[in-house]
Nanobody, 115 residues
Framework: QVQLVESGGGLVQAGGSLRLSCTASGIIFRINAMGWYRQAPGKQRELVARITSDSRTNYADSVKGRFTISRDNAKNAVYLQMNSLKPEDTAVYYC?????????WGQGTQVTVSS
């Protein structure tokens, strides 16, 4: 059974930082691409960042230079370091497995950035 469990969300002021974590089980983590997506109220879910099994990364234009995705295969974990947060980053953030077509999702963690 595949499980993706996110943590690290919360309330932060604009300009602040948060680090999201996602721990995976039920998969051979090291061979899987992983990603972070987000969904704001009334909007579609969108890609934030993704990382291949060999740690190549890809970011949405809106977060380039502010967010960093990384992985630790020994811990079956993927991280999203978010700096210089803006109110428009407010959303539920989801961890996913896969690069182009994610097939498993976590339950999401809320990130709220106050102005």
């Amino acid at each position: 059974q595949v499980q993706l469990v996110e943590s690290g969300g919360g309330l932060v002021q604009a300009g602040g930082s948060l680090r999201l974590s996602c721990t995976a089980s039920g998969i051979i983590f090291r061979i899987n691409a992983m990603g972070w997506y987000r969904q704001a109220p009334g909007k579609q879910r969108e890609l934030v960042a993704r990382i291949t099994s060999d740690s190549r990364t890809n970011y949405a234009d809106s977060v380039k230079g502010r967010f960093t995705i990384s992985r630790d295969n020994a811990k079956n974990a993927v991280y999203l370091q978010m700096n210089s947060l803006k109110p428009e980053d407010t959303a539920v953030y989801y961890c996913s497995r896969g690069y182009s077509r994610p097939d498993y999702w976590g339950q999401g963690t809320q990130v709220t950035v106050s102005s």
